[in-house]
């Protein structure tokens, strides 16, 4: 069964975040715990943790910004 990555918010006023970076790249076996990206919010970069273990699909893209929830990728 698949688990979404979805944008966390991380401060209690954000609602939008840009991806700086993907640490692991489409394709790529990932365990849990293992950071993911890096997100750039409020002026301050933080790397979110992988949710699960599994195979990592990125949707979202590098530069791009997204609202809180959107749907990053998946773990297969």
Do not use: C
Not at 30 to 41: F, K, R, S
Request: net charge negative; no cysteine; hydrophobic share 40%.
């Amino acid at each position: 069964m698949a688990t979404d990555i979805l944008l966390p918010k991380i401060g209690f006023s954000m609602t939008e975040a840009q991806i700086a970076e993907w640490l692991a790249e489409d394709g790529a076996q990932v365990t849990e715990g293992q950071p993911l990206y890096l997100l750039e919010a409020d002026k301050s970069a933080n790397e979110v943790e992988s949710p699960a273990s599994g195979t990592l699909r990125i949707v979202a893209q590098p530069g791009e910004t997204y609202e809180v929830g959107a749907i990053l990728g998946t773990i297969e």
